[in-house]
């Protein structure tokens, strides 16, 4: 991704470190994280300073290659999967994170008792499965840019960028290409209450790169349906189902539902590490519960009545039923076909 005319990932590994972009300062202050064990790469995903499937999913293959560098021999294999299911464990939702971690892993307890053998492993493993996600999103990106015609107002919803993911992004990687071939596209971005991945995040990356859009509240998407102003909707997807529902930031659902009472094609854009081939459907996929202090306050500030409660899902479910594709490195696909066809 382009920032301040440089290029950046999201997350990557250097000079044996994690290093990642705080993605809870944007867009008004730009700073690297940096970590040196996986416990704080842990606290880092819990926090969101790196957040968006992919990128939680590379964040955690790369927690996992750290874990591997700090092991002791004599404990390796237990240390590797303590680390492992704590990992797992700081985001349900989010399919990639579960898939980046048992990869690294698995490959690397392949080659114990070969410690030194088996810290190299890891280190590549992790650089591997991140590259893989680069290489998928601008697949993405060509791919979907099929289906966005000149002049196109795309709604998204969330932050599907380049900062979701480790470069590129998925939804964002469509309207990234579709702009880079003059296609003269406007964006309209949600907010994304409560934590305004949209406002903060999209929309920067959005400006970064001169794309032409908007911010709008979640609840004024309707209004511009109704006023016949957005023509196709893309969005980012948390884990796709085996019968193609998907989970994703909450409010996704009703943008689908909005778009298909107004005939307005909705597109997923996903990845293969967010297919979850062992779920069937959406009802069985865990949902986040976050904190009710992100909905009711704001950098300490209350916005709402303290006293009352709130609820606070961090996803919803999109039936595949209300999905016209799924934007896949491999091509565009039925939901209902989605899962079969990446297998292949």
Same mark, same amino acid.
């Given at each position: 991704m382009q920032i301040d005319g440089k290029q950046y990932l999201s997350v990557w590994f250097e000079n044996e470190r994690v290093k990642m972009i705080d993605q809870n300062k944007l867009p008004f202050e730009f700073r690297i994280a940096e970590y040196s064990n996986y416990l704080e790469i842990c606290d880092a995903i819990r926090e969101m300073t790196v957040r968006g499937a992919p990128a939680i999913g590379a964040a955690g293959a790369y927690a996992i290659a750290l874990a591997a560098q700090n092991a002791p021999e004599e404990k390796?294999?237990?240390?590797?999967?303590?680390?492992?299911?704590?990992?797992?464990?700081?985001?349900?939702?989010?399919?990639?994170?579960?898939?980046?971690?048992?990869? %690294?892993?698995?490959?690397?307890?392949?080659?114990?008792?070969?410690?030194?053998?088996?810290?190299? %492993?890891?280190?590549?493993?992790?650089?591997?499965?991140?590259?893989?996600?680069?290489?998928?999103?601008?697949?993405?990106?060509?791919?979907?840019?099929?289906? %966005?015609?000149?002049?196109?107002?795309?709604?998204?919803?969330?932050?599907?960028?380049?900062?979701a993911t480790v470069d590129w992004g998925t939804a964002l990687a469509v309207i990234r290409i579709a702009h880079q071939q003059n296609k003269d596209i406007f964006v309209y971005v949600d907010e994304t209450r409560p934590r305004f991945q949209g406002a903060r995040l999209t929309a920067f990356e959005l400006e970064q790169e001169g794309i032409p859009h908007t911010i709008i509240t979640d609840s004024a998407s309707g209004f511009y349906f109704w006023k016949k102003e957005i023509d196709l909707v893309i969005t980012g997807a948390d884990?796709?189902?085996?019968?193609?529902?998907?989970?994703?930031?909450?409010?996704?659902?009703?943008?689908? %539902?909005?778009?298909?009472?107004?005939?307005?094609?909705?597109?997923?854009?996903?990845?293969?590490?967010?297919f979850d081939l062992t779920t069937k459907e959406g009802a069985d996929i865990p949902i986040e519960i976050r904190d009710e202090d992100e909905i009711k306050r704001i950098n300490g500030t209350y916005l709402a009545n303290p006293g009352s409660p709130a609820l606070n899902p961090s996803f919803d479910i999109t039936p595949a039923k209300l999905i016209t594709g799924i934007i896949t490195p491999k091509g565009i696909f039925k939901p209902k076909d989605a899962a079969r066809q990446v297998q292949i």
């Open positions: 390796f294999r237990a240390y590797l999967r303590t680390a492992r299911d704590e990992l797992i464990a700081t985001r349900p939702t989010a399919i990639d994170l579960r898939n980046g971690v048992n990869y %690294v892993y698995e490959q690397t307890i392949k080659f114990i008792p070969d410690y030194r053998h088996s810290r190299q %492993v890891a280190i590549l493993a992790a650089r591997e499965f991140a590259k893989k996600s680069i290489d998928d999103c601008y697949q993405i990106g060509k791919i979907g840019s099929e289906i %966005v015609p000149q002049g196109a107002r795309i709604l998204t919803h969330c932050n599907a960028g380049a900062l884990r796709i189902c085996l019968n193609g529902d998907i989970a994703n930031k909450i409010g996704t659902y009703e943008k689908a %539902v909005l778009a298909k009472e107004h005939k307005v094609p909705f597109y997923v854009a996903a990845p293969f590490s967010t």
